[in-house]
């Protein structure tokens, strides 16, 4: 006999099986001599529990203290969530969260990246003003990489002279 | 009456993982390229130089040390000697400005553009003379040069020193 069939006995004992099924485990019960066995200790211990079982009163009405009970099973189950829990289901969620979140701020950045790309950078031009007092004249020699702006006194034309006023004085 | 149930937990799948963190890798590089790269100009080391050019033999001892600059101004302008009278160095930060004095009556006024361009002021006698905007790349170096008495003439020299621009 398996665990499946002691169930089933049990069942029947308890009444709850249907009327054919019954039937058959009420023949079980008569041809088997192991079942036979077990229906005599559960009968035994059914009528052993329903004769002793305490009766204690509740001074609160039915309704109340079952609501009582279920309020407070509900308050235990909130409490037994440890806050540890939480906060690993709460970053669990934010993993979950990251990789399309970086996915998409990727996206975004090439996005951005290429755009910048396609908008023309305006070449640099070296430009070169001065104040109404000086001429500019601007020299590059490509083989050195150097660029020389030679400012000249307007009033020195057409050579640097001595009436010159020394602004610059170096020596 | 025993009843029993097993659960068998599955085992998070490392392939999945590793993407993830690739994923977060990977947008973290973008957002630092983007966003850490061209929005701050970088700082620019120059130097800066007044020379005197002259075909007197003075000042032999403040001779320029760099020949390049030497054999460059030669090469261009009719002047043996060149004399340095000034030299400074100044790091200026992005989109920052810096006065450099060059002399008691010549200062420049350096403005880091970033991407190794400066604008330059020039000032004689505190008064302006120019601004211009040059280029310090590798490889190249700008002059602002003008007449002096005695048939010499005054250079400010400017180039960048950093690892990767000017000599």
Known sequence: MNLEQELKLQAWLDGELPPAEAARLAQTAQDDPRARQLVAELTAVKTALAGNELERKVPDTREFYWSQIQRRIQREETRSVPVATSISALLARWRRLIAPMAGALAGAALLVVSIRQSVPVPAFVETTVTSSDFDALTYHDQSSGMTVVWLKYREQEPAPSEEAPDIFDVR | ?167
């Open chain 2, 1 to 167: 009456m025993t009843s029993s149930r097993t659960t068998e937990s599955k085992p998070a799948e490392p392939r999945l993982r590793l993407t993830r963190r690739w994923l977060q890798i990977l947008a973290a590089l973008f957002l630092t390229a983007l966003f850490a790269g061209p929005t701050r100009a970088e700082d620019i080391k120059i130097e800066a130089l007044l020379i005197w050019g002259s075909n007197l033999d003075t000042n032999l001892n403040a001779k320029v040390q760099d020949t390049r600059v030497t054999e460059a101004l030669a090469k261009a302008f009719k002047w043996k000697n060149y004399s340095q009278i000034t030299n400074r160095t100044a790091i200026i930060a992005g989109d920052a400005t810096q006065t450099l004095e060059m002399s008691p009556k010549c200062s420049i006024k350096v403005k880091n553009l970033g991407a190794g361009k400066v604008q330059v002021e020039c000032f004689g006698d505190g008064k302006f003379v120019s601004r211009g905007d040059y280029s310090l790349a590798e490889g190249k170096w700008f002059t602002l040069a003008g007449p002096d008495k005695n048939d010499s003439a005054w250079f400010i020299v400017m180039r960048s020193r950093n690892p990767k621009g000017g000599d």
